[in-house]
């Protein structure tokens, strides 16, 4: 074949290198950049023929770089189309265990070494090498895994024998026939669809795979038999022109795929902002928890979404849930009440951050938790494996966990990550601040009610209070006229009640009292101390254990002393009282420690906890037995440290017990003019 007829192949493969070059500007993938390297060989193969006198004996250096550049870029294009190629670390390393044997191959073959054993050798290495790399590429065995080893070894077996015959050729043809029938078997395998170009592709590489073989049968068995060589070169045309092909294809699915998720993107938007605006309103009675659960799960990448929230002390409730089958929408209904917002935290600060404000823990660390499991398989990747759990917190912004809302079953595990989150974190956020708005709302309406009911009573215990004075007044004058008996008992009983009633009616006056409150600096601990030593004595007959627990930088308050007194004693006496009722052990636990700009003081206890914690700042509503209590106590303290710009909460605690949180301002973010009046004080 003379210089002139092989010009033109050699001008197309260099338009098909410089193609591939502006192809690879456009896009970072390995896989192009593989493929201009590849082309870039079978380039340097075409040159080297070129070069190749159209008569006799040509140099073994021209042979070494036409056979050396044509069997790397064999490997080049196997490694390209294999599932490794975008690992850089399993791409490098299957280019050197495959190259290398196979091209140090190609040119002893070239410089015709008569030594078997580096033939042997290089075969074997290059086999083995290229075994071990399927394997690990794959990991899991397979028909279509077992069904390559088979061939690979049957085709290994054939090269090897012939090479300890001190026959080489074979190795060659079967080193190259597998290097270019191989990425056809990967394309197909790899690529997913049958489009032209990948239909192209890989009728190319299996007939460019074919030629070796093919051309060793001819040579031996129709020794004179005269094929032009543009015939061997039309399979590598197929190849060069499908695999443009099948980049644009790419590119166009490309194209399309990111037009779905645009749409998906804007409907997720538009069932999002329609329920923000909703929550937002604070027109709803009743907040949309199953709207919100399906809305995640029809517009985002889970499939399954439940909405958990605080069950006011009585662990979690399923508030809302989209995607669970039965079974498992039960089985999450009976683990809620067992965990709480303090697992929620736990959850948070032990998982893995995703996004602003989510977090994933695998199967491993979720399991401490006894979540439900998905009945779902995923394949290792570094997104998502079988097994992990996706929270999001409702967080208040005071950093109160309100709640959560749990994400499992994702449909494409490489999507989880914090672009795709993102919308899903501003929704829980808006879902916070409606629950925030409503616990306000109730807290106002509960206000207004205490603000009326206070109106009410104040004019009835006035009412009563003159009346009741002077009962109590005869009634002591007539107890002094008459002599011990049994009239004198009962008139004591008569006047002992009279007691009772003015308690009662001092309350009532205390509970609708809305006085100026005279705050001043007040060191916590000493106040604290004082209240229980009040007690000592009916705490140590009753065996009853009682823990203090005080910050020693705690702060200074600012509070009037004396209500705050009368707040520690009514939530200590609530506290006796709760675990008298209970079992053992019977302990009582007070804290007090700073966070932020306030003083926090809890009081816990052992007891059965509150019956109702909705209604427990409710005035007159208790559960103490007839003549123990009013009611009236925490009313009371709802009131006195609401006027001192404090919060008081109530919660059950597991397994048994309550807790009540007070918070007071730092004795620092008292405004300015009562600090002053405190100071002149």
Known sequence: MSILEKIPTLVTVAVLVGIFAGLKRHSQSARLQLWMVAWF?????FVAQLLEPATGQASAFLLALDLGSLQASAVVFVVSVSAVVEDRFKRNWMLLALGIPSVVYAILTCFDLQVRWPYVLCLVACFVGGLS??????????????????????????????????????????????GFALPGIFVCRNYGRTSPGVVTVVGGFLCWGAVFPVAMLLEKFFPNLNVPAELWNTPKMFVAFGMILAVVEDKSESIERMQRKERAMNHQLERFSAITSRLLSGAMADLPYDEIASAITEASNFRTA??????????LRVAGSSGLSPSAFAELQEKA?????????????????????????????????????????????????????LLIPLCSARGAYLGCIALDDPREADAVNAQELARIELLAADLAVALELKSLQNQLVRSEKLAALGQLVAGVAHELNNPLTSVMGYGELLS??????????RLDKLVNEGRRMKKIVENLLRFSRQSAVDRQSVDLAPVLQEVLALREYYVHTRGLEVAVDIHPGLPRVAVDEDQFKQILLNLVNNAIDAVEEGGEPK?????????????????????????????????FYTTKPVGKGTGLGLSICYGIIKEHAGEIRVENIKPCGARVTVELPLRETVPTEIAIAAHMA
């Open 306 to 315: 439940a909405i958990e929230l605080d069950n006011a002390g009585h662990g």
């Open 337 to 389: 009440p067992h965990w709480t917002t303090d697992n929620i935290k736990e959850f948070c600060s032990r998982g893995r951050r995703i996004g602003n404000n989510s977090f994933l823990l695998s199967q491993h660390e979720a399991t401490k938790y006894g979540p439900v499991k998905s009945q779902l398989a995923y394949d290792p990747n570094p997104n998502w494996n079988t097994g992990d759990e």
């Open 133 to 178: 790399c399927h394997y690990w590429a794959k990991k899991k065995p397979s028909l279509y895994v077992d069904a390559l080893t088979l061939v690979g070894t049957a085709i290994a077996y054939w090269a090897v024998t012939a090479a300890l015959r001190g026959s080489y050729d074979e190795g060659m043809t079967a080193l190259l026939g597998l």
């Open 41 to 45: 060989l079978i380039f340097a193969h």
């Open 587 to 619: 302990r009582i636990t007070v804290r007090a420690f700073p966070r932020g700009n306030r003083a926090i003081l809890e009081v816990e206890d052992s007891g059965p906890g509150f019956a109702d914690v909705n209604r427990a700042f409710d005035p």
């Open 480 to 489: 002094e006229e008459i002599p011990a008996g049994p009239s004198r008992q």
